[in-house]
């Protein structure tokens, strides 16, 4: 699941550049048991399949004999929204664990004894964590230094500065009668400063009016 997404476009150039290392861990590897089941029925109740603790915490444990975590983050949809506050502190740490859950979620013995953060990347159910781990990981290291060029700037992303991106256009200046705005093409930097921010902040109060009540954002 995850071979095809790391080695493509932003994140592939991240490894190739060492700006970044990303190594995946099946935790089917670490069963203790012959048939490597990793997985058990809930104790108590018919909830359905239970991820064991004993593989995951021989993982983490070897892990952490390996080098010192500053997070180690279950997805589980129970978690904090993920956001882009959450992709810009994530972006300045040195190493993380992403644990993915299958199943009806892990032992809560390993919650409450190795994970420091419970990450959800919105109110549905996935059936396991390994998409939230991929999206997150590509949220994070396209904001580590040098990993986008110049031209494809983290800092003018869509929320970076709490507000929606604005238009952008480019070459034709006119497709069949389809215009692109004079102001942009008019030189003027100031000006056309002054009307993407008007542009980005009437997107956001048109797409996403709670955006702007957030913080009393500095900006308005
Ligand atoms: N695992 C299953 N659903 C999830 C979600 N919404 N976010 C993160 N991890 C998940």
Redesign the pocket.
Known sequence: MFEGIFSYSILKRAVDKGLVEIHLHNIRDYAANKHRRVDDYAFGHGAGMVMMIQPIADLIEKLRKERSYDEVIY???D?EIFGQPAANRLSTLQNIILLC?HYKGIDERIREHYITME????D???S??EL?AALITDSVVRLIPGVLGDETSALSDSFQDGLLSPPVYTRPADYNGWKVPEILLSGDEKKINEWLMEKAIERTRQRRPEMLQENDNPLL
Do not use: H, R
């Open positions: 997805l589980s949809p978690g859950g990450v959800s990347i919105g549905y159910v996935l396991g964590g939230a």
